[in-house]
Protein backbone atom coordinates (compact mmCIF):
# COMPACT_ATOMS: atom_id res chain seq x y z
CA UNK A 1 0.00 0.00 0.00
CA UNK A 2 3.18 2.29 0.79
CA UNK A 3 4.28 1.99 -2.90
CA UNK A 4 0.80 2.70 -4.31
CA UNK A 5 0.62 5.56 -2.51
CA UNK A 6 4.29 6.71 -3.15
CA UNK A 7 3.77 5.84 -7.06
CA UNK A 8 0.81 8.29 -6.64
CA UNK A 9 2.57 11.39 -4.98
CA UNK A 10 5.09 10.98 -7.73
CA UNK A 11 2.82 10.98 -10.29
CA UNK A 12 0.64 13.81 -8.43
CA UNK A 13 3.85 16.04 -8.15
CA UNK A 14 5.13 15.65 -11.52
CA UNK A 15 1.41 17.90 -12.91
CA UNK A 16 2.32 20.28 -10.06
CA UNK A 17 5.67 20.64 -11.11
CA UNK A 18 4.16 21.45 -15.05
CA UNK A 19 1.91 24.09 -13.22
CA UNK A 20 4.78 25.84 -11.61
CA UNK A 21 6.51 25.58 -15.35
CA UNK A 22 3.77 27.10 -16.75
CA UNK A 23 3.28 29.93 -13.92
CA UNK A 24 7.28 30.18 -13.96
CA UNK A 25 6.96 31.40 -17.78
CA UNK A 26 4.39 33.88 -16.91
CA UNK A 27 6.74 35.52 -14.25
CA UNK A 28 10.08 35.41 -16.10
CA UNK A 29 8.41 37.23 -19.25
CA UNK A 30 6.97 40.16 -16.31
CA UNK A 31 9.99 40.63 -15.09
CA UNK A 32 11.38 40.77 -18.62
CA UNK A 33 9.47 43.79 -19.73
CA UNK A 34 9.98 45.55 -15.74
CA UNK A 35 6.71 44.68 -14.02
CA UNK A 36 6.30 44.61 -10.53
CA UNK A 37 5.35 40.49 -9.60
CA UNK A 38 4.12 40.64 -6.45
CA UNK A 39 3.63 37.02 -5.28
CA UNK A 40 4.37 33.58 -6.83
CA UNK A 41 2.91 30.81 -5.12
CA UNK A 42 2.96 27.07 -4.98
CA UNK A 43 -0.61 25.71 -4.02
CA UNK A 44 -3.37 27.79 -3.47
CA UNK A 45 -4.15 29.54 -0.33
CA UNK A 46 -4.60 29.79 2.34
CA UNK A 47 -0.50 30.09 3.09
CA UNK A 48 1.38 27.96 4.75
CA UNK A 49 4.69 29.48 4.22
CA UNK A 50 6.08 33.11 2.61
CA UNK A 51 9.61 34.81 1.95
CA UNK A 52 9.86 37.99 0.19
CA UNK A 53 12.96 38.10 -2.05
CA UNK A 54 13.33 41.77 -3.70
CA UNK A 55 9.43 42.91 -3.81
CA UNK A 56 8.21 39.75 -5.06
CA UNK A 57 6.88 37.35 -2.21
CA UNK A 58 7.74 33.40 -2.61
CA UNK A 59 4.67 31.06 -1.18
CA UNK A 60 4.14 28.10 -0.42
CA UNK A 61 0.17 27.36 0.12
CA UNK A 62 -2.17 24.66 1.73
CA UNK A 63 -4.17 23.72 -1.77
CA UNK A 64 -1.77 21.43 -4.15
CA UNK A 65 -3.87 22.29 -6.78
CA UNK A 66 -0.88 23.88 -9.32
CA UNK A 67 0.76 27.23 -8.89
CA UNK A 68 0.09 31.30 -9.69
CA UNK A 69 1.51 34.30 -10.23
CA UNK A 70 0.16 37.18 -8.98
CA UNK A 71 0.92 40.54 -10.99
CA UNK A 72 0.86 43.81 -10.31
CA UNK A 73 -2.18 45.34 -12.35
CA UNK A 74 -3.29 42.13 -14.08
CA UNK A 75 -6.69 42.53 -12.63
CA UNK A 76 -7.15 46.14 -12.99
CA UNK A 77 -6.25 49.22 -14.95
CA UNK A 78 -3.52 50.80 -12.69
CA UNK A 79 -1.72 53.50 -13.86
CA UNK A 80 1.30 53.05 -12.96
CA UNK A 81 4.65 52.35 -15.12
CA UNK A 82 5.43 48.95 -13.72
CA UNK A 83 1.70 47.68 -13.69
CA UNK A 84 1.06 44.98 -16.55
CA UNK A 85 -2.48 46.81 -17.38
CA UNK A 86 0.30 49.84 -18.62
CA UNK A 87 2.12 47.78 -20.73
CA UNK A 88 1.81 47.57 -24.53
CA UNK A 89 -0.70 45.34 -26.20
CA UNK A 90 1.83 43.34 -27.66
CA UNK A 91 4.24 43.25 -24.60
CA UNK A 92 0.99 41.91 -22.41
CA UNK A 93 0.45 39.57 -25.42
CA UNK A 94 4.28 37.66 -24.63
CA UNK A 95 3.43 38.07 -20.76
CA UNK A 96 0.45 35.27 -21.44
CA UNK A 97 2.30 33.64 -23.92
CA UNK A 98 5.16 33.01 -22.04
CA UNK A 99 2.85 30.38 -19.60
CA UNK A 100 2.10 29.09 -22.38
CA UNK A 101 5.37 28.35 -24.23
CA UNK A 102 6.85 26.99 -20.79
CA UNK A 103 4.76 24.05 -21.44
CA UNK A 104 6.50 23.27 -25.16
CA UNK A 105 9.66 24.14 -23.85
CA UNK A 106 9.32 21.73 -20.88
CA UNK A 107 7.73 18.84 -24.15
CA UNK A 108 10.75 19.73 -25.72
CA UNK A 109 13.22 19.31 -22.98
CA UNK A 110 11.42 15.53 -21.64
CA UNK A 111 11.00 14.43 -25.21
CA UNK A 112 14.91 15.44 -25.46
CA UNK A 113 16.01 13.55 -22.52
CA UNK A 114 13.74 10.53 -23.92
CA UNK A 115 15.45 10.23 -27.44
CA UNK A 116 18.82 10.12 -25.11
CA UNK A 117 18.06 7.22 -23.25
CA UNK A 118 15.26 5.41 -25.37
CA UNK A 119 11.68 4.48 -24.32
CA UNK A 120 9.40 1.33 -24.20
CA UNK A 121 5.61 1.40 -24.38
CA UNK A 122 2.68 -0.96 -23.50
CA UNK A 123 0.79 -1.84 -26.67
CA UNK A 124 -1.35 -4.86 -25.95
CA UNK A 125 -1.70 -7.44 -28.98
CA UNK A 126 -2.52 -4.92 -31.89
CA UNK A 127 0.43 -4.28 -34.52
CA UNK A 128 1.61 -0.69 -34.41
CA UNK A 129 3.54 -0.18 -37.76
CA UNK A 130 6.23 2.73 -35.80
CA UNK A 131 7.28 0.22 -33.03
CA UNK A 132 9.93 -1.97 -32.59
CA UNK A 133 11.37 -4.89 -30.26
CA UNK A 134 7.74 -6.15 -29.98
CA UNK A 135 8.13 -8.72 -26.77
CA UNK A 136 5.77 -10.07 -24.60
CA UNK A 137 7.00 -9.39 -20.84
CA UNK A 138 6.14 -10.57 -17.01
CA UNK A 139 4.59 -7.47 -14.69
CA UNK A 140 3.08 -9.40 -11.89
CA UNK A 141 2.92 -13.46 -10.83
CA UNK A 142 -0.03 -14.53 -8.27
CA UNK A 143 1.34 -16.18 -5.42
CA UNK A 144 0.57 -20.52 -5.48
CA UNK A 145 0.63 -20.19 -9.14
CA UNK A 146 2.71 -22.55 -11.83
CA UNK A 147 4.36 -19.34 -12.69
CA UNK A 148 5.87 -18.94 -9.01
CA UNK A 149 7.08 -22.62 -8.90
CA UNK A 150 8.53 -21.96 -11.98
CA UNK A 151 10.93 -19.72 -10.78
CA UNK A 152 9.25 -16.22 -12.88
CA UNK A 153 10.20 -12.90 -12.39
CA UNK A 154 8.92 -9.79 -13.20
CA UNK A 155 10.80 -8.25 -15.85
CA UNK A 156 11.18 -11.54 -17.36
CA UNK A 157 10.78 -11.65 -21.35
CA UNK A 158 8.92 -14.75 -22.25
CA UNK A 159 10.27 -15.89 -26.07
CA UNK A 160 8.90 -19.63 -26.70
CA UNK A 161 7.15 -23.01 -25.86
CA UNK A 162 8.24 -26.15 -26.09
CA UNK A 163 6.45 -29.26 -26.23
CA UNK A 164 7.79 -32.19 -27.43
CA UNK A 165 8.72 -31.83 -31.39
CA UNK A 166 6.54 -28.90 -31.08
CA UNK A 167 8.33 -24.99 -30.69
CA UNK A 168 5.97 -21.82 -30.60
CA UNK A 169 6.85 -18.18 -30.80
CA UNK A 170 5.59 -16.20 -28.73
CA UNK A 171 4.53 -12.53 -30.00
CA UNK A 172 1.77 -11.61 -28.93
CA UNK A 173 -0.03 -12.03 -24.80
CA UNK A 174 -2.77 -13.90 -26.77
CA UNK A 175 -0.23 -16.87 -27.86
CA UNK A 176 1.12 -17.02 -24.24
CA UNK A 177 -3.05 -17.60 -23.55
CA UNK A 178 -4.00 -19.93 -26.50
CA UNK A 179 -0.95 -22.36 -25.58
CA UNK A 180 -1.45 -22.27 -22.06
CA UNK A 181 -5.32 -23.36 -22.47
CA UNK A 182 -4.62 -26.15 -24.86
CA UNK A 183 -1.67 -27.90 -22.76
CA UNK A 184 -3.36 -27.30 -19.35
CA UNK A 185 -2.18 -30.22 -17.14
CA UNK A 186 0.94 -31.13 -19.50
CA UNK A 187 4.67 -30.00 -18.35
CA UNK A 188 5.87 -27.55 -20.91
CA UNK A 189 9.03 -25.71 -21.09
CA UNK A 190 9.13 -22.17 -21.32
CA UNK A 191 12.04 -20.61 -22.78
CA UNK A 192 12.65 -16.61 -20.80
CA UNK A 193 14.88 -14.01 -21.40
CA UNK A 194 16.45 -12.36 -18.28
CA UNK A 195 18.92 -9.53 -18.16
CA UNK A 196 20.14 -11.27 -21.18
CA UNK A 197 20.70 -14.60 -20.24
CA UNK A 198 18.57 -17.26 -21.76
CA UNK A 199 16.61 -19.56 -19.58
CA UNK A 200 14.46 -22.47 -19.96
CA UNK A 201 12.11 -23.62 -16.87
CA UNK A 202 9.25 -26.08 -16.25
CA UNK A 203 5.84 -25.56 -15.60
CA UNK A 204 2.32 -27.25 -16.07
CA UNK A 205 -0.70 -25.06 -16.70
CA UNK A 206 -3.44 -25.65 -14.12
CA UNK A 207 -6.78 -27.21 -15.33
CA UNK A 208 -8.78 -24.97 -12.00
CA UNK A 209 -7.46 -21.79 -11.67
CA UNK A 210 -8.47 -18.65 -9.35
CA UNK A 211 -10.83 -16.31 -11.04
CA UNK A 212 -8.84 -13.60 -12.73
CA UNK A 213 -5.61 -15.93 -12.94
CA UNK A 214 -5.67 -17.64 -15.92
CA UNK A 215 -3.40 -21.42 -16.40
CA UNK A 216 -0.23 -19.73 -15.14
CA UNK A 217 -0.84 -17.22 -12.77
CA UNK A 218 1.02 -14.56 -14.19
CA UNK A 219 0.16 -11.25 -15.19
CA UNK A 220 1.50 -10.43 -18.75
CA UNK A 221 2.45 -6.96 -21.35
CA UNK A 222 3.28 -6.87 -24.33
CA UNK A 223 5.66 -4.08 -24.88
CA UNK A 224 7.68 -2.23 -27.89
CA UNK A 225 9.96 0.56 -28.28
CA UNK A 226 8.79 3.28 -29.56
CA UNK A 227 11.57 5.53 -29.45
CA UNK A 228 15.29 4.49 -29.83
CA UNK A 229 18.29 5.80 -28.51
CA UNK A 230 20.20 8.61 -30.08
CA UNK A 231 23.27 10.26 -29.39
CA UNK A 232 23.12 13.23 -27.12
CA UNK A 233 24.25 15.94 -29.46
CA UNK A 234 20.85 14.42 -31.94
CA UNK A 235 18.27 14.31 -29.00
CA UNK A 236 17.53 17.75 -28.45
CA UNK A 237 16.37 18.09 -32.13
CA UNK A 238 14.74 14.81 -32.40
CA UNK A 239 13.17 16.10 -29.17
CA UNK A 240 12.15 19.47 -30.88
CA UNK A 241 10.99 18.14 -33.94
CA UNK A 242 8.56 15.31 -32.08
CA UNK A 243 7.02 17.79 -29.88
CA UNK A 244 5.98 19.53 -33.21
CA UNK A 245 4.81 15.83 -34.32
CA UNK A 246 3.34 15.63 -30.81
CA UNK A 247 1.26 18.99 -31.06
CA UNK A 248 -0.18 18.82 -34.65
CA UNK A 249 -1.34 14.55 -33.99
CA UNK A 250 -3.02 16.35 -30.68
CA UNK A 251 -4.92 19.40 -32.58
CA UNK A 252 -6.05 17.07 -35.15
CA UNK A 253 -7.38 14.69 -31.92
CA UNK A 254 -9.22 17.37 -30.87
CA UNK A 255 -10.50 18.75 -33.71
CA UNK A 256 -11.85 15.11 -34.59
CA UNK A 257 -13.27 15.17 -30.74
CA UNK A 258 -15.26 18.27 -30.82
CA UNK A 259 -16.49 17.45 -34.68
CA UNK A 260 -18.26 14.10 -33.69
CA UNK A 261 -19.40 16.10 -30.32
CA UNK A 262 -21.24 18.94 -32.40
CA UNK A 263 -22.20 16.19 -34.94
CA UNK A 264 -24.08 13.94 -32.15
CA UNK A 265 -21.71 11.50 -32.54
CA UNK A 266 -20.37 11.27 -29.10
CA UNK A 267 -17.01 10.61 -27.73
CA UNK A 268 -14.44 9.00 -30.24
CA UNK A 269 -13.52 5.46 -29.63
CA UNK A 270 -10.63 5.65 -27.44
CA UNK A 271 -11.04 8.83 -26.29
CA UNK A 272 -10.79 9.47 -22.59
CA UNK A 273 -12.29 12.31 -20.11
CA UNK A 274 -9.67 12.91 -18.19
CA UNK A 275 -9.87 15.43 -14.68
CA UNK A 276 -6.76 15.84 -12.37
CA UNK A 277 -6.37 12.45 -10.88
CA UNK A 278 -7.44 10.59 -14.01
CA UNK A 279 -4.17 12.48 -15.39
CA UNK A 280 -2.10 11.72 -11.98
CA UNK A 281 -3.24 7.90 -12.02
CA UNK A 282 -2.11 7.27 -15.84
CA UNK A 283 1.03 8.93 -14.93
CA UNK A 284 1.36 6.49 -11.90
CA UNK A 285 0.60 3.47 -14.28
CA UNK A 286 3.53 5.14 -16.77
CA UNK A 287 5.51 4.84 -13.46
CA UNK A 288 5.54 0.87 -13.96
CA UNK A 289 6.99 0.53 -17.86
CA UNK A 290 10.39 2.51 -16.91
CA UNK A 291 11.86 6.40 -16.93
CA UNK A 292 11.57 6.93 -20.46
CA UNK A 293 7.64 6.00 -20.77
CA UNK A 294 7.04 8.31 -17.68
CA UNK A 295 9.29 11.19 -19.02
CA UNK A 296 7.20 10.77 -22.62
CA UNK A 297 3.65 10.26 -21.02
CA UNK A 298 4.98 13.71 -19.00
CA UNK A 299 5.89 15.59 -22.03
CA UNK A 300 2.93 14.43 -24.18
CA UNK A 301 0.47 15.53 -21.21
CA UNK A 302 2.34 19.25 -21.29
CA UNK A 303 1.55 19.66 -24.59
CA UNK A 304 -2.01 18.66 -24.64
CA UNK A 305 -2.11 20.81 -21.86
CA UNK A 306 -0.64 23.79 -23.79
CA UNK A 307 -3.23 23.38 -26.45
CA UNK A 308 -6.43 23.54 -24.11
CA UNK A 309 -4.39 26.45 -22.29
CA UNK A 310 -4.82 28.52 -24.93
CA UNK A 311 -8.38 28.41 -26.07
CA UNK A 312 -10.57 31.35 -26.11
CA UNK A 313 -11.91 30.34 -22.87
CA UNK A 314 -11.97 32.93 -19.98
CA UNK A 315 -10.23 31.83 -17.16
CA UNK A 316 -7.51 30.45 -19.61
CA UNK A 317 -4.87 32.55 -21.24
CA UNK A 318 -6.59 32.07 -24.44
CA UNK A 319 -9.46 33.85 -22.48
CA UNK A 320 -6.44 36.59 -21.47
CA UNK A 321 -5.17 36.58 -25.42
CA UNK A 322 -9.06 37.09 -26.73
CA UNK A 323 -9.83 40.05 -24.25
CA UNK A 324 -6.82 41.67 -25.64
CA UNK A 325 -7.64 41.01 -29.03
CA UNK A 326 -11.12 42.74 -28.43
CA UNK A 327 -8.99 45.83 -26.81
CA UNK A 328 -6.96 45.99 -29.94
CA UNK A 329 -9.96 45.79 -32.31
CA UNK A 330 -11.80 48.43 -30.30
CA UNK A 331 -8.90 50.55 -29.21
CA UNK A 332 -9.86 50.73 -25.32
CA UNK A 333 -10.08 47.90 -22.90
CA UNK A 334 -12.65 45.68 -21.85
CA UNK A 335 -14.37 47.05 -18.42
CA UNK A 336 -12.17 45.35 -16.06
CA UNK A 337 -15.57 44.40 -14.17
CA UNK A 338 -17.32 43.00 -17.32
CA UNK A 339 -14.19 41.08 -17.67
CA UNK A 340 -13.61 39.77 -14.36
CA UNK A 341 -17.12 38.96 -14.02
CA UNK A 342 -17.13 36.78 -17.52
CA UNK A 343 -13.81 35.64 -16.41
CA UNK A 344 -15.41 34.20 -12.61
CA UNK A 345 -18.39 32.22 -14.67
CA UNK A 346 -16.15 30.11 -16.79
CA UNK A 347 -13.87 29.55 -14.15
CA UNK A 348 -16.46 27.91 -12.03
CA UNK A 349 -18.25 26.38 -14.96
CA UNK A 350 -14.66 24.57 -15.17
CA UNK A 351 -14.12 23.36 -11.78
CA UNK A 352 -18.09 22.18 -12.31
CA UNK A 353 -16.62 20.49 -15.16
CA UNK A 354 -13.61 18.67 -13.49
CA UNK A 355 -15.51 17.75 -10.41
CA UNK A 356 -18.11 15.54 -12.86
CA UNK A 357 -15.13 14.19 -14.69
CA UNK A 358 -13.55 13.35 -11.05
CA UNK A 359 -16.71 11.51 -9.97
CA UNK A 360 -17.75 9.81 -12.84
CA UNK A 361 -14.34 8.63 -14.37
CA UNK A 362 -11.10 9.35 -11.80
CA UNK A 363 -12.75 8.19 -8.48
CA UNK A 364 -13.60 4.64 -10.45
CA UNK A 365 -10.14 4.57 -12.01
CA UNK A 366 -8.65 4.94 -8.77
CA UNK A 367 -10.42 2.27 -7.19
CA UNK A 368 -9.05 0.26 -9.94
CA UNK A 369 -5.90 1.46 -10.06
CA UNK A 370 -5.45 0.51 -5.88
CA UNK A 371 -7.11 -2.77 -6.01
CA UNK A 372 -4.97 -3.87 -9.06
CA UNK A 373 -1.35 -2.15 -7.38
CA UNK A 374 -2.24 -3.98 -4.34
CA UNK A 375 -2.56 -7.37 -6.36
CA UNK A 376 0.93 -6.81 -7.51
Excluded at 174 to 203: H, P
Aim: aromatic fraction near 12%.
Amino acid sequence: MISVILTLIVAFLSLIALMIIHEFGHFIIAKKFGVKVEEFGIGYPPRIFGKKFGETLYSINLLPLGAFVKIYGEEGDVDDYRSFSNLAIWKRVLIVIGGVAAFWIASIILFSIVFAIGADIPVGDQDVASLTNTRVQVILIADDSPAKSAGLEAGDVLLNFKLKDTEVKINKIKDVQDFAKENVGKQITLVIQRQGKTIETLLIPRVLSPQGQGALGVGLERMGTLIKKYPWYQAPIKGTLYTGEITIKAVQGLFTVFKDLFMGKGVPQGAEMLGPIGITIFLARAVDFGIGFFLYFIASISVFVAIFNIFPIPALDGGKLLFLAIEKIKGKPVSTRVEQNITVVFFFLLIAMSLFITIMFDIPRLSEFIKSSLQK
